[in-house]
């Protein structure tokens, strides 16, 4: 069973649902909200259905519930896998992440081929571009804020200068990186390549504000999935590793933030973060 047979098969055990006619009502798992499933269409009025246009948990449960009714056997629910965590590793890798990415991101950053340039005020190396805009992002915190994290940065060589911070959001602002961007998830991907056979098409969401969340409008109110606020990013990603290997956003112009996200996140245990989840 996949995640949502699953979770129609507790909902079908567990909730109350009501008919009338072919509409059927089935109560929402996580709020108080009922959904209508017409069984006739095969449509929900949740908002997974209306985002993926596909079999949810809802439509699962009233099958389940008519096979219960008509006297057939219901699948066994199968328990959730949980794995022990090792701890001694887990602990050197999170005490150890910051460092580790930055040193990481530099030499990623490094590899990046300076453009000529012909005109306009000399401006920060692109690879110094690149890594300012990657941390940022990492960093969760305001443009302002994360000013002393470039110092450190300087300190321990990784740019040769603090740019302004209105520079490093017009940095995240220039179209010009995606490309950069996304040949770096390619390149941070690739060490990979010798563990990873399998790979999953997958999509998450991004904030552009600093303190929404992607589960809230996903699996909140519809009311707060603001297409202003969110950029959907599709990716390819590994199925062992989680290691993503190409993004493509749907908001062609806002695609950099999410592929900042993606790139930075290939080298990070999956924590969510304010700016990255999913
Ligand atoms: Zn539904």
């Known amino acids: ?28 798992q ?10 006739f269409l095969n449509k929900c009025s949740c908002p997974d259905f209306a985002e993926n ?3 949810c948990k809802h439509l699962h449960a009233i099958e389940f519930l008519l096979q219960r009714e008509s006297g057939l056997e219901l ?18 890798a ?33 690879s110094e571009m690149l890594f300012c805009a990657a941390f940022k992002v990492y ?4 443009g302002r804020r994360f000013i002393s994290d470039l110092r450190d940065a300087l300190t321990k060589g990784f740019i040769s200068k603090v740019p302004h911070f209105n520079s490093v959001s017009n940095y995240l602002e220039d179209e010009a990186l995606t490309p950069y961007l996304k040949a770096m998830i390619e390149e941070s991907a690739r060490p990979l390549a010798a563990v990873e056979w399998d790979f999953a098409v997958d999509s998450s969401g991004f904030a552009t504000g600093q303190y929404q969340r992607w589960v809230t409008a996903k699996y909140g109110a519809a009311k707060f999935i603001d297409k202003e606020s969110w950029i959907k990013v599709h990716l390819m990603c590994g199925v062992k590793t989680n290691i993503v290997t190409s993004v493509e956003s749907d908001a062609r112009a806002r695609g950099r933030q999410s592929a900042v996200c993606a790139s930075g996140g290939n080298y990070l ?10």
């Open 1 to 28: 069973m996949n995640s949502r047979e699953n979770k129609g098969l507790a909902i079908a055990s567990n909730s109350e649902i009501t008919r009338e006619g072919n509409i059927w009502t089935v109560p929402s």
């Open 30 to 39: 996580s709020s108080s909200k009922r959904y209508a499933v017409d069984l």
């Open 53 to 55: 246009a596909q079999r």
């Open 75 to 92: 699948p066994a629910d199968e328990p959730r896998r949980t794995y022990p965590q090792k701890w001694h590793e887990y602990n050197l």
């Open 94 to 126: 999170q005490t150890n992440e910051k460092a580790r990415f930055l040193e990481l991101l530099h030499g990623l950053c490094a590899g990046v081929e300076e453009p000529v340039q012909t005109f306009g005020r000399p401006r920060l190396p692109l």
């Open 139 to 142: 960093s969760t915190i305001s």
């Open 269 to 278: 245990a999956q924590l969510p973060d304010p700016e990255c989840s999913g």
